[in-house]
């Protein structure tokens, strides 16, 4: 896996545990870490997480090329 890959992943997975704090909890992560006159790292970090988003919807044809080389096998 390239790392750029690892990365976009780690970022989502941030994003979205933030996401199901706020959905359960009610509760932003994020925003209470870096409040105040941090509050740029929060918005840093929430572009970084839309970005990863974006970039993990290239590995859509990573998924659909592993299904046809195991269906070849």
């Known amino acids: 896996m ?3 890959n690892i990365i976009a992943l780690t970022l989502v997975i941030i994003g979205a545990l ?3 704090l706020i959905g359960f909890l009610n509760f ?3 925003t209470t870490l ?3 006159s941090l509050f740029w790292v929060a918005r840093v970090i ?3 997480v839309g970005l990863a988003g974006v970039w993990c919807l290239t590995m859509y044809h990573a998924v659909g ?3 046809m080389r195991m269906s070849t096998q």
Do not use: Y
Request: proline share 0%.
């Open 46 to 48: 929430f572009a970084l």
């Open 2 to 4: 390239k790392w750029t």
């Open 65 to 67: 090329q592993e299904e």
């Open 34 to 36: 870096f409040n105040g």
């Open 18 to 20: 933030n996401w199901g």
């Open 28 to 30: 932003d992560l994020v």
